[in-house]
């Protein structure tokens, strides 16, 4: 596989690297985060401004028609600034779903407004306990059950809702500011706000069949990765600048042999995180099945992201321990997409019982003896 960017995927990471940097300041992100919305509207605009929210939406949407590849570069570069907008659940969540399972309806109610950034979208995907139950009231789907952390509720016009029906685990559209539902506020570790929701017979309209849920939660996991890419990548750098520039003992902390090699291990980390989320990509972009390299992608996020975030906050000394300076944010960011839709632990036990699930017989695979 060649992972090498194309003329026009080198000019999406681009655009979007000026337009984050020109609007995603440490002094920006802190009054964004004293705000109650805890969301950057003018950064919102500007992305909608420069189509990069409809990047990946279909053609006949107003979209850019491209792919999961290109709005991976636009994740990590939100990454790199810890920019406060949902663009992950707006368009891996939301968008990304629609405009594959959606009915030409909901294609045109929903997608022109998130390329415009008038509409934003989520998903309740993290799962605590049992599923909602979906239920047929005449011709209508009405929901009943808990989700918790729901990204960007708040603000959201619709939420993708997995629900057990009758005819198994389905995707529903809810409205979470509608009847039936009851939204309880919440904060995130990375400062983020989120919403409980607590559906009682809230109307839902089903989207798309079977396999949709499975479907958006591999790019959710492979969004997730590509944000931390950028997080770990330019924390890093932020360390590298602070060692180079600190001096102690007439040198530069970077050439003292500590210093260096806990950099170093969390360069690997980042690069081997970079593999595994291009690998992951490129598989489902290609229509392959990707389950297992989702999962090793999401653990190296999980597991190579919190060593350098740690890494990274520790090599910045007692300045580190400083919740308002700008490296404390990439900790918390880390933090917070490590365990997102399960950490480290749970991706291998996943990843162990898909293994054992396709070994011959359906049984773990065992070495000689074994």
Request: charged share 20%.
């Amino acid at each position: 596989m060649d992972f090498t960017l194309t003329e026009e995927q080198e000019a999406v990471r681009d655009l979007a690297a000026q337009i984050f940097a020109g609007h995603s300041s440490p002094s920006r992100v802190k009054e964004v985060e004293a705000g109650d919305e805890r969301c950057d509207r003018a950064l919102w605009a500007e992305l909608a401004a420069a189509n990069l929210l409809g990047i990946a939406l279909p053609d006949d949407v107003g979209g850019s028609g491209l792919g999961l590849i290109e709005l991976c570069l636009l994740l990590e570069q939100q990454g790199r600034r810890v920019a406060p907008v949902p663009l992950w659940p707006t368009v891996v969540l939301g968008a990304l779903p629609i405009g594959e399972f959606g009915t030409a309806e909901q294609r045109e109610r929903w997608l022109p407004g998130v390329g415009a950034g008038d509409v934003v979208l989520s998903a309740a995907l993290e799962s605590f306990g049992p599923e909602p139950t979906a239920r047929l009231d005449g011709a209508a789907w009405r929901l009943d059950g808990t989700r918790l952390s729901v990204p960007a509720a708040h603000v959201a016009a619709r939420v993708i809702v997995p629900a057990s029906s009758d005819a198994g685990l389905r995707a529903f559209l809810v409205d979470p500011s509608g009847d039936g539902v009851e939204r309880k506020r919440a904060e995130t570790t990375s400062r983020e706000i989120r919403s409980h929701l607590v559906l009682s017979g809230a109307p839902a309209e089903m989207l798309g069949g079977e396999g949709v849920v499975e479907w958006l939660h591999d790019r959710a996991l492979v969004g997730l990765c590509a944000l931390q890419v950028g997080v770990c990548e330019e924390a890093l750098r932020q360390a590298a600048e602070y060692t180079s520039d600190r001096v102690q003992f007439g040198r530069p902390l970077s050439t003292f042999q500590g210093v260096a090699l806990k950099a170093a291990d969390a360069y690997i980390d980042t690069e081997a995180m970079r593999a595994t989320l291009w690998q992951a990509a490129w598989r489902l972009t290609e229509g392959f099945d990707a389950s297992q390299e989702v999962m090793v992608a999401k653990w190296w996020a999980a597991e190579g992201g919190h060593r350098v975030v740690h890494a990274t906050q520790h090599l910045h000394g007692g300045m580190g321990a400083d919740v308002d300076y700008p490296i404390h944010r990439y900790f918390l960011w880390g933090k917070q997409l490590s365990e997102e839709l399960g950490g480290a632990s749970v991706q291998l036990a996943r990843l162990g019982a898909a293994i054992a699930a396709t070994a011959p017989g359906g049984r773990p695979m065992t070495g000689a003896g074994g």
